[in-house]
């Protein structure tokens, strides 16, 4: 986007550079104790001033201001979703250590991030999941 290549590491820390040049113009590494995975890619949106990577590591979704590199605060809690949120609705049993794991970038559509996810056996995807909204 306006000459800037977004892109993750092997060990999936979120990355800006410069594609004319290859300069680097910030870095974000995820929280330590997330679970690493593969990654599918990163999502880029915008609206007005108010731009935005999103991108999964493990059974977290952050967002990410492109210009700084800062979790966006607003988003979740301090700019990071959990993927588990929503799974324990009607079960009879913890499913905070299940695997959650993206299975594609994700989409922004009018304000809503949709997402593909695998999920281990014993959790059930919730028909309605309360995931923080995109001002």
Known sequence: MNGILYGTTPDLTLFALKAGTGEE???????????????????YWE???DKRIFYTVGSSLYA????????IPDFGTNGKADLHEGLQTNMDHDVSKLSVNATSPGI??????IIGSSLSEGGMPPLDISVPSIP
């Open 25 to 43: 113009i910030w870095r974000f590494e995820p929280a330590k104790n997330d679970r690493r995975n593969s990654n599918r890619g990163v999502v």
């Open 64 to 71: 990410v201001n492109v210009q700084t590199g800062q979790r």
């Open 47 to 49: 609206n007005g001033a």
């Open 108 to 113: 922004v559509y009018h304000n809503t991030f």
